[in-house]
């Protein structure tokens, strides 16, 4: 097994791993605390103490710590560990007739689902990170981006939305007025149950 590779990233907060050998099938994927982990990986990298998030593409994946209190040469060695104890991935699953475009998406959102696998993608990933469509308003032509991995939360992440992400897509996609942030999809530390508590006590009182 080839050692593991630490690699730095535009965002302090977040280093891109190598691990020599592959981790997954098909896209990157993100994970957090607060919801259901079902990748036996990422669910060991969160039990550190420190972890935030993970991403796992392919062949590399990405862990963002909680804050600069967490150094990094104390963290290492836990993720290492935790890599070395995870699973091996199995085989790719044959491959079958063409994959067809994802039926909930439209003719715009699948045209800048295109661009981004093509264009900006592979720019991200190399840097440990990720862009989603979170969604599409055909009304002002507004597409909503969400970062994740390294790029959620790095200070130049506003400066790639706009300069190299905005870009792109309006450049094959003329629909498309302007591209903005999308909020995080799980927030760490955010209570969602306890706020639908609370609407409904304003709503409708205690009892």
Avoid at 131 to 156: H, N, V
Avoid at 178 to 205: C, L, M, Q, S, T
């Amino acid at each position: 097994m080839k050692p593991v590779e630490f690699e730095q990233t535009p965002n302090p907060h977040a280093l891109r791993i190598l691990p020599g050998r592959p981790l997954s099938h098909g896209a990157p994927r993100q994970f957090t605390r607060n919801v259901a982990v079902d990748e036996p990986l990422a669910a060991a990298l969160l039990k550190i103490d420190g972890i935030a998030r993970v991403m796992i593409g392919p062949d590399f994946l990405t862990v963002v710590r909680e804050n600069a209190r967490w150094e990094w040469d104390a963290l290492r060695p836990e993720i290492v560990l935790a890599i070395a104890d995870a699973p091996e991935c199995g085989p790719e699953p044959a491959s079958g007739p063409p994959q067809a475009a994802r039926p909930e998406l439209g003719e715009i959102e699948q045209q800048i689902e295109d661009v981004l696998d093509r264009w900006v993608r592979p720019m991200l990933a190399s840097d440990g990170g990720d862009a989603i469509l979170a969604r599409f308003d055909p009304a002002d032509g507004t597409a909503w981006i969400r970062m994740e991995g390294a790029c959620g939360g790095c200070p130049s992440g506003s400066i790639t939305l706009k300069r190299g992400i905005e870009q792109s897509i309006r450049r094959w996609v003329p629909e498309v007025t302007r591209v903005v942030a999308a909020e995080p999809e799980n927030r760490p530390g955010v209570d969602h149950k306890a706020r639908i508590r609370d609407w409904i006590a304003r709503k409708w009182g205690s009892g």
